[in-house]
């Protein structure tokens, strides 16, 4: 493990200035708020290596899909999260020399982010040219509690002098993104204006027409006295600023507090949209940054009382696991239905911003157990609303009679993926989403969920695999060829396992569910399908390992030289970024969990005994290079009793970004696999599993912890699960009493009541 910043239970703390890790540090120290966030950019002009970034929540952009050759069916587009006007924007110059850290000599840098409370700090001493030393203080968050509102407080104390200092503050939509495909400009001004201590912004993405009004006020203190200022006022398109220069007492700090609201269409009419963002800010200036500070940090106190894992005895998987968990929620809050969790949250480019799989497959799990039930149906509600488009992704490929495809990647409910192998063939995408609304009911009891949106779902993807497999008179089975399972280091491949396990499962759910919604409904499958169906779900072609209970990933999967990842020299890991394609595809190492996803998935349909075998095959083959890959590891290494296996893997998911391992973390963080990370402990460690038939846990302790303490829902009644290394105790906040399985033993807990029993 190779600790980028300093250890700390609830903070991320970067106590010496190292540029090199600058890209890395503003991705790890983001901020957000649900509806915009930004990267740890300085406020001041920084001429070093850095990704500077600004993020609004549903705000996207179509840019044009490049690829060498097109090929029917391809996406048009990918579509692309925008970098969006620069709001944080505060320069400082001295006798004519602009602070610059890339350019001056630091004397104190510290940097922190207080996970607590959501607040982003930096102290830095630095001297200019002219040899005057002046301190540096900025404190900024994005507002938990008024999500259009960000703010700073930016103290300047000069050290050896007194003097003048000209403070420049201003709003710079002149932005572009670092991922564009053709260097394209995606942004057009609709207005702007600029006043003493105030400005306004108003832009409109081209094509996609969406328009965001940034607007800002900020006033200028003598300490704790409020400073009667004259700024000049400057503007030219896309930009507006307030400049003034200020005599300044050596010993005493000035502070300029900024103030900026953002707002779009996402939310507002166009016609409303400046209007809202002025007075936006207005109540903001007017109720001043130590209450807004003060509203926020209470927000983010609530959110801590029932999300918080505490870990006793390790600091690193304790600050691992808050790390996780404080991104998770800067990024998704579950405010608002139009919105989804894009892999990289607000923390940067890659990947477009948008939907994946991940979504379903790893985040629902998180907000089922933390938050109220009405999130997560909103996020699958989300994919009831695209079902439309995805019937329509799906005729694009030639399928028919209501059969739906969902996209691999998309904003809209359409496919926007610009890789042949992601887009044509890693279909298992669609099994998640069926495995989601199954995964949602078992944990809510939702019927009217299920008839009203679930199985027009459930009958769109069962349609769909009904089609894509076909019949081989060699096998006297159904087959699916050329796909890409989970595994991304193999693609088109025939029968991969866990593509035919969960198509498979999802036509069988799709039945149950058709046969138990007794009304008629215009979704339901006729008798013809259901024939149909039923005859593939008898039928389906699995690949085993011949004499053991190994399932083969692929068919072929043995002609592959059977290394182990330990085979590979440290010098060439990750073998993504060593490697060429073609050798990676001919290698036999996992990207992530492929079989072992499924067995993840529906771990109640394989015996203990597989799942240790299929484990011992698949884990030394696995390199671990796709974030969503350590955490299922965790959980089924708990499931066989492997704790120092399950440590291992925690401690590389937990620290997946903090520490950087798989050399990405510039590029944003790995947002949905932090759910993952979540999943590890609550379902690994302390083996939580919701069944149709009530709660089950099993839990285990590293003995490196001490202790461990986390609060879930279960129907809607909250509960904590305390785990030493001598007991468990199990207490029930809710109002009623709770029935469940502990390591085997049924028990019953009263409201309000605390459970206690020998850990075995």
Not at 22 to 40: H, L, M, P, V
Not at 313 to 335: C, E, M, P, W
Not at 446 to 469: C, H, K, M, N, S
């Amino acid at each position: 493990m190779r600790n980028l910043f300093d250890i700390d239970p609830w903070k991320i703390i970067e106590s010496k200035f190292d540029p090199s890790k600058q890209k890395q540090a503003e991705s790890i120290f983001s901020i957000g708020n649900g509806s915009f966030g930004q990267r740890a950019n300085f406020e001041e002009n920084y001429s070093g290596p850095s990704l500077q970034g600004s993020y609004i929540g549903g705000v996207y952009y179509p840019d044009k899909t490049r690829v060498g050759w097109w090929k029917n069916g391809y996406p048009e587009y990918f579509a692309k999260v925008l970098n969006s006007t620069n709001w944080i924007g505060i320069q400082i110059s001295i006798d004519g020399e602009q602070l610059d850290l890339h350019n001056q000599q630091i004397k104190h840098f510290h940097r922190e982010l207080d996970m607590k409370t959501g607040i982003l700090k930096r102290m830095v001493r630095v001297v200019f040219a002219n040899g005057k030393e002046l301190a540096i203080e900025s404190t900024r968050f994005c507002s938990m509690a008024r999500e259009e509102i960000g703010a700073i407080a930016y103290t300047v104390t000069p050290l050896n002098f007194s003097g003048n200092v000209k403070f420049t503050t201003y709003l710079d939509g002149n932005v572009t993104n670092h991922d564009a495909n053709y260097d394209e400009f995606f942004w057009l001004e609709d207005s702007r204006k600029v006043d003493l201590q105030k400005g306004i912004i108003c832009t409109r993405t081209k094509k996609t027409d969406f328009c965001v009004a940034t607007a800002m006020r900020f006033s200028f203190w003598k300490e704790k006295e409020l400073l009667t200022i004259h700024p000049n006022s400057f503007q030219r398109e896309l930009y507006v600023e307030n400049n003034f220069e200020h005599y300044l007492e050596q010993g005493i700090a000035y502070t300029l507090k900024k103030y900026v609201a953002i707002t779009s269409t996402i939310n507002h009419s166009e016609f409303e949209l400046a209007a809202k963002a002025i007075k936006r800010v207005r109540d903001a200036y007017t109720t001043g940054f130590d209450i807004l500070r003060q509203e926020h940090e209470a927000a983010w106190a609530e959110i801590w009382q029932s999300a918080d894992i505490v870990i006793d005895g390790d600091v690193a998987s304790q600050q691992g696991i808050r790390f996780n968990i404080f991104h998770l929620y800067q990024t998704y809050t579950g405010k608002n239905a139009k919105l989804n969790i894009g892999p990289k949250g607000f923390t940067g480019e890659k990947y477009g911003g948008a939907t994946y799989w991940d979504t379903e497959a790893y985040c629902l799990p998180f907000y089922l157990k933390t938050a109220d039930p009405k999130v997560a149906r909103q996020l699958l509600v989300y994919r009831y609303n695209h079902l439309d488009r995805a019937i329509e992704n799906a005729e694009k490929l030639g399928f028919k009679d209501g059969a739906a495809l969902y996209p691999m990647v998309t904003m809209n409910g359409e496919e926007c993926h610009n890789e042949w192998e992601i887009t044509f063939e890693e279909i298992h995408r669609n099994g998640a989403i069926a495995f989601g609304i199954y995964n949602y009911v078992r944990h809510t009891g939702d019927v009217e969920y299920l008839e009203t949106f679930g199985l027009p779902v459930l009958a769109g993807i069962a349609r769909f695999w009904a089609q894509r497999f076909n019949w081989s008179e060699a096998k006297q089975a159904y087959v699916m060829l050329g796909v890409t399972g989970p595994n991304e280091y193999e693609n088109n491949v025939n029968n991969n396992w866990y593509t035919n396990y969960i198509a498979r499962w999802c036509i069988s759910y799709c039945l149950q569910v058709n046969a138990k919604i007794q009304r008629s409904l215009p979704e339901k499958l006729t008798t013809r399908e259901v024939e149909q169906f039923n005859h593939i779900v008898d039928h389906v072609y699995f690949p085993v390992l011949e004499g053991t209970e190994v399932f083969l990933q692929q068919d072929g999967f043995m002609d592959k030289e059977q290394l182990s990842a330990s085979d590979i020299p440290s010098a060439q890991r990750p073998i993504n970024q060593h490697w060429s394609w073609d050798r990676i595809l001919r290698s036999i190492f996992i990207k992530q969990a492929d079989v072992l996803q499924g067995i993840y998935l529906f771990e109640d349909h394989f015996s203990l005994e597989q799942i240790k075998e299929n484990f011992d095959f698949y884990e030394p083959k696995t390199v671990h290079e796709s974030s969503l890959s350590p955490c299922v590891h965790v959980i089924l290494a708990a499931k066989i009793g492997r704790l120092d296996k399950a440590l291992e893997l925690y401690l590389r998911t937990s620290r997946l970004d903090l520490d950087d391992y798989n050399h990405e973390a510039d590029e944003g963080l790995h947002i949905t696999s932090m759910a993952g990370t979540w999943m590890s402990v609550v379902e690994g460690l302390a083996g939580v599993r919701v069944y149709e038939d009530g709660l089950a846990i099993t839990p285990q302790i590293p003995s490196a912890w001490q202790r461990y303490s986390f609060q879930i829902r279960y129907q809607n009644e909250p509960l904590i699960i305390d785990v030493s290394q001598k007991e468990i105790k199990i207490t029930n906040l809710g109002s009623k009493l709770l029935s469940c399985e502990l390591a085997g033993v049924n028990i019953e807990i009263e409201a309000n009541a605390t459970y206690q029993a020998a850990l075995k």
